[in-house]
């Protein structure tokens, strides 16, 4: 139960996940960033094409 509800202590508690490893190494934390930015822009694109197929398959010809 205890690692299951460790994602929302970190939210609430407003704590950095890493925060040990971002201190001491900056590259790390640029390539977290990177990844994170990488990841939000997939699934930003992954949700417009989701809502075009949604109006194409609700189209009336």
């Given at each position: 139960?205890?690692?299951?509800?460790?994602p929302l202590k970190l939210i609430f508690t407003g704590s950095t996940p890493y925060g040990h490893i971002i201190d001491s190494a900056p590259a790390f934390r640029l390539v977290l960033g990177f990844l994170s930015a990488i990841?939000?822009?997939i699934s930003i694109i992954l949700l417009f094409l989701a809502a075009l197929a949604l109006r194409r398959q609700f189209q009336i010809n």
């Open positions: 139960m205890k690692n299951m509800l460790g990841q939000s822009l």
